[in-house]
């Protein structure tokens, strides 16, 4: 469900903590695209398709380049095997605390914790940028890949984060800063992500970032945008020629007026930034307890384990 003429986005970030590098042997031998496979996973596919292809991923809009440190919450999902991050890039994630990742289930269902890899603190994706080890995915265990409902997921880091100014958690929005924030009149919802290469020096990759409106449901199910594919525990919002595209999938849409709030997961937009298509985010607010119960309880029955 990640064609061009359904296209499900990503975001990212990242920056610093202990992480193993890779040794030469090693290096060498990932860096040769032949031992590389696909695992059925669309989002981290494609990254696999474009690195044995040699071509990038491309973003709409006119995005900005993000000043650093400027989004110390964001983080990149890449592919394990991809020895260059910037490369290795396939989503984005939000830090919810010191172990844990916020993303979209699209992005990690049946990717193993050892397929997968975490930057943090740095808005640039370079050659020597270090990465960081996953112990454990999880995933809502009602998300439908069809329909991208319960599009959320987990990923938890095998050692925690230590915050500084360039990473530090985002709050997660609740039902009241819904109610204060979100109006037909909000035009200062933030996007942020890796969805565009920018090449200083060998596959250098700056953090990208728009602004866009809140879209209000009704008007995302109107027929000739999503229709009843939107449902009421997703989030709208756009504009014209302006979005998500590849590789912003997960990533964040939030709101920064001095404290930042985190309000959605980037889901799914038909094509890029098409008329009326606007970008599909996950609700924070609808799997706030789903996120709690998973964090203290892994094990629990609605938190699917890869």
Request: with cysteine; proline share 6%; hydrophobic share 35%.
């Amino acid at each position: 469900m990640h064609d061009r003429s359904f296209t499900i986005p990503a975001l990212v970030v990242c920056a610093c903590l202990a992480s193993s590098p890779s040794t030469a042997a090693e290096t060498s031998n990932l860096s040769d695209p032949g031992s590389i496979q696909a695992i059925g996973n669309s989002e981290y596919d494609r990254a696999v398709e474009r690195y044995q292809q040699k071509t990038v991923k491309k973003i709409v809009g006119g995005m900005l380049v993000a000043t650093p440190g400027a989004y110390p919450w964001q983080t990149s999902l890449g592919v394990a095997r991809i020895p260059n991050p910037a490369q290795a890039h396939y989503c984005g994630g939000s830090i919810y605390d010191a172990q844990w990742i916020l993303t979209a289930a699209h992005c990690v269902k049946g990717v193993r914790p050892t397929d997968l890899t975490i930057v943090v603190g740095t808005n640039q994706l370079l050659a020597d940028t270090p990465r960081r080890q996953v112990a454990t995915v999880l995933y809502h265990s009602s998300f439908d890949s069809s329909s991208l409902k319960n599009d959320i997921a987990l990923v938890k880091l095998a050692e925690p984060l230590q915050f500084s100014a360039l990473v530090r958690p985002i709050n997660l929005a609740s039902t009241s800063n819904e109610d204060a924030y979100l109006t037909p009149n909000t035009e200062d919802l933030i996007i942020t992500g890796w969805g565009a290469e920018v090449e200083r020096g060998p596959h250098a990759v700056d953090l990208r970032y728009a602004m866009e409106t809140f879209i209000p449901t009704a008007t995302c199910q109107l027929p000739l945008s999503y229709g009843k594919l939107v449902t009421e525990s997703m989030l709208c919002a756009g504009i014209r020629g302006r979005g998500t595209c590849d590789g912003d999938s997960g990533g964040p849409l939030f709101i920064d007026r001095g404290n930042p709030i985190l309000f959605g997961l980037t889901s799914f937009a038909k094509g890029c930034a098409e008329t009326l298509k606007f970008d599909v985010f996950t609700r924070v607010t609808k799997y706030l307890d789903w996120v709690r119960t998973c964090v203290t309880n892994p094990a629990s029955q609605s938190c699917h384990r890869n």
